[in-house]
């Protein structure tokens, strides 16, 4: 009797899968690598679908990473404190901030989509993200920030916590994590700062310890508050 060929898998039909599952498989897809890590084949394979039925809804790879952008952007800010729930200004930025970076630090590829992709969003989704600096802006006028006063408070505080991320994100991708298991081979007794606090303080090379990020975001808050008191 003849050997039986082995059966083959049947894949999905093509309008068994919806635009919604194919930009979640692309996300788990993106989890454990980045964003360019993604690739038409790859993501057919981990959806058990021919690469055909992903271009029928999405043309090409940038069309795909825009609606993954609106989606990146969607979590981020349905997760973001509102003003209006908070009695004082500095309070509020500063949980808003601590949120930002907590979420983005915690999902590298909510990270990658929104701070290094930022030419994917869609012209819905930009004018969303600003609508939320508008009234972060509005806030601190109500506070009584000058409008100009208000909007460099924010684009301190957000350029610095994207920053801090972005930073940290790069250390990772660049396998820099071992840069402080490294630190007794790369400060020298050349180095009598570094070689100090090295050995009493337990500082991150890298820079972006929440020890660093909090002591920088106080000290463009305490500038600030100090801008609104003479104002």
């Given at each position: 009797?003849?050997?039986?060929?082995?059966k083959t898998r049947q894949r999905r039909e093509r309008g068994s899968i919806s635009s919604d599952?194919?930009?979640?498989?692309?996300?788990?897809?993106?989890?454990?690598?980045?964003?360019?890590?993604?690739?038409?084949?790859?993501?057919?394979?981990?959806?058990?679908?021919?690469?055909?039925?992903?271009?029928?809804?999405?043309?090409?790879?940038?069309?795909?990473?825009?609606?993954?952008?609106?989606?990146?952007?969607?979590?981020?800010?349905?997760?973001?404190?509102?003003?209006?729930?908070?009695?004082?200004?500095?309070?509020?930025?500063?949980?808003?901030?601590?949120?930002?970076?907590?979420?983005?630090?915690?999902?590298?590829?909510?990270?990658?989509?929104?701070?290094?992709?930022?030419?994917?969003?869609?012209?819905?989704?930009?004018?969303?993200?600003?609508?939320?600096?508008?009234?972060?802006l509005q806030a601190l006028i109500d506070a009584g920030f000058a409008p100009l006063q208000a909007?460099?408070?924010?684009?301190?505080?957000?350029?610095?916590?994207?920053?801090?991320?972005?930073?940290?994100?790069?250390?990772?991708?660049?396998?820099?994590?071992?840069?402080?298991?490294?630190?007794?081979?790369?400060?020298?007794?050349?180095?009598?700062?570094?070689?100090?606090?090295?050995?009493?303080?337990?500082?991150?090379?890298?820079?972006?310890?929440?020890?660093?990020?909090e002591t920088g975001l106080a000290a463009l808050l305490d500038g600030f508050e100090r801008q609104?008191?003479?104002?």
């Amino acid at each position: 009797m003849p050997a039986q060929k082995p059966k083959t898998r049947q894949r999905r039909e093509r309008g068994s899968i919806s635009s919604d599952q194919i930009i979640e498989g692309a996300f788990a897809v993106i989890k454990d690598s980045s964003v360019e890590s993604l690739s038409m084949p790859e993501l057919a394979r981990r959806l058990d679908v021919g690469v055909t039925s992903i271009y029928w809804y999405f043309r090409r790879k940038e069309d795909l990473l825009r609606a993954m952008s609106d989606r990146a952007l969607a979590i981020l800010y349905t997760q973001l404190p509102d003003p209006a729930d908070f009695g004082d200004w500095r309070t509020f930025i500063e949980t808003y901030q601590r949120t930002t970076r907590e979420i983005l630090t915690q999902d590298p590829a909510l990270a990658d989509l929104i701070l290094v992709r930022q030419n994917s969003y869609s012209l819905a989704a930009g004018i969303n993200a600003f609508r939320s600096v508008d009234r972060n802006l509005q806030a601190l006028i109500d506070a009584g920030f000058a409008p100009l006063q208000a909007w460099r408070l924010l684009s301190a505080v957000t350029t610095f916590t994207n920053g801090m991320i972005l930073a940290a994100r790069t250390a990772t991708m660049n396998d820099a994590v071992t840069l402080d298991e490294r630190q007794t081979l790369l400060i020298t007794d050349e180095m009598p700062a570094l070689t100090d606090l090295v050995r009493t303080e337990k500082i991150q090379l890298a820079m972006v310890s929440d020890e660093d990020f909090e002591t920088g975001l106080a000290a463009l808050l305490d500038g600030f508050e100090r801008q609104l008191e003479k104002s």
